[in-house]
């Protein structure tokens, strides 16, 4: 059962354009949130996190927002660049379920140059 | 420089065999993850430790062994229990907070001779 869904397998975005990344969850436990980038043959690395005491998060062309009543959160990445071109995945975590993380099959996002 | 060394990069496993895939941290990170990814498919953890000498399932964790003798290293051994091992195989480490992101290596591929 995904607990942890991003509905958009894929996303093209023309350069300095918005890119805007959706991810949807279903355990109303989860109070931490982040997103991962991923390049071809490499590991996942950290994007940005959220907590659930806030609704957005900025880091320079980051943002990341979080509507918990529709149990949603959202990554914008103004201006989009060609090198953002990647794999972003979204991950969540609750106090009940220890240190496990729960991972959305993710969103390939080619931006267009 | 820190990070985390995944080896090796492919690995064949033979039918009825046990391979061990090494995944050795210099962060000084308490806790190390396993997770297996399929295509389609979000991140599944197969198992995590947060400390050295213990570790606990993750929701896959059926035809997978590990260790955690060291606080480096946390190897995963796919025995022949697993019949469906083909998959990539990415390790993870992080502080035992689960309000910090994980660092992750650049994974194994695991496929079936």
């Known amino acids: 059962d995904q607990q942890v869904k991003q509905n958009s397998p894929s996303l093209s975005v023309q350069e300095g354009r918005i890119s805007i990344l959706n991810c949807d969850y279903t355990n109303s436990m989860f109070d931490y949130f982040l997103w991962y980038k991923k390049y071809p043959a490499e590991g996942p690395t950290f994007l940005i996190s959220i907590s659930s005491i806030k609704d957005k998060n900025e880091d320079g062309r980051f943002t990341v927002f979080l509507n918990k009543s529709a149990k949603h959160l959202s990554l914008h990445i103004v201006p989009s660049q060609p090198g953002d071109s990647a794999v972003y995945f979204c991950?969540?975590?609750?106090?009940?379920?220890?240190?496990?993380?729960?991972f959305g099959t993710g969103t390939s996002l080619t931006v267009i140059p | 420089d820190g990070g985390i060394t995944q080896s090796p990069k492919y690995l064949f496993r033979k039918e009825g065999q046990n391979v061990t895939l090494s995944c050795e941290q210099n962060?000084?990170?308490?806790?190390m993850y396993w997770y297996r990814q399929d295509p389609g498919q979000g991140l599944r953890l197969i198992y995590y430790?947060?400390?050295?000498?213990?570790?606990q399932k993750g929701d896959i964790a059926e035809g997978y062994s590990v260790s955690r003798e060291k606080k480096e290293s946390f190897p995963l051994t796919v025995t022949s229990a697993q019949k469906n091992p083909t998959a990539f195989y990415l390790c993870a480490s992080g502080f035992q907070s689960r309000k910090s992101p994980q660092h992750f290596g650049d994974g194994t591929r695991l496929s079936i001779l």
């Open positions: 962060l000084n990170h308490d806790a």
């Open positions: 430790s947060q400390i050295v000498n213990d570790f």
């Open positions: 991950a969540a975590s609750a106090g009940n379920t220890g240190n496990q993380f729960y």
